[in-house]
């Protein structure tokens, strides 16, 4: 069973970034699809980007409204993941939440995922 730990929220300005870091303990981290999930004040859990076991660019998933700006990667040596976050926008505000699924499929969906971390805030001033 694999345990993650989100780090790398906080205040930020519109236009800036962040990079948010995912720390994975546990065996076999490699064969896990990691996936980052968000959630604003009184809206449900949404997501934001995932990537498969792999970590090739053409098994990176991105929701439409952070694509071409938010990049999501791993370090499996570190067991690591990262999502990247440029041009962010007020409506980027909520809690970031990584997860862990040894499910190879649908990884833009919460219900695969097996472990959650406890979430980190990322806040955008306008």
């Known amino acids: 069973q694999v345990q993650v730990v989100e780090s790398g929220g906080g205040l930020v300005q519109a236009g800036g970034s962040l990079r948010l870091s995912c720390a994975a303990s546990?065996?076999?981290?490699?064969?896990?699809?990691m996936g980052w999930f968000r959630q604003a004040p009184g809206k449900e859990r949404e997501f934001v980007a995932a990537?498969?076991?792999?970590?090739?660019?053409?098994?990176?998933y991105y929701t439409d409204s952070v694509r071409g700006r938010f990049t999501i990667s791993r370090d499996n040596a570190k067991n690591t993941v990262f999502l990247q976050m440029n041009s962010l926008k007020p409506e980027d505000t909520a809690v970031y939440y990584c997860?862990?699924?040894?499910?190879?499929?649908?990884?833009?969906?919460?219900?695969?995922?097996?472990?959650w971390g406890q979430g980190t805030q990322v806040t955008v001033s306008s």
């Open positions: 997860a862990a699924a040894r499910n190879k499929l649908n990884l833009d969906s919460a219900r695969v995922y097996d472990a």
């Open positions: 546990g065996r076999a981290f490699s064969v896990y699809g």
């Open positions: 990537i498969s076991w792999s970590g090739s660019s053409s098994s990176r």
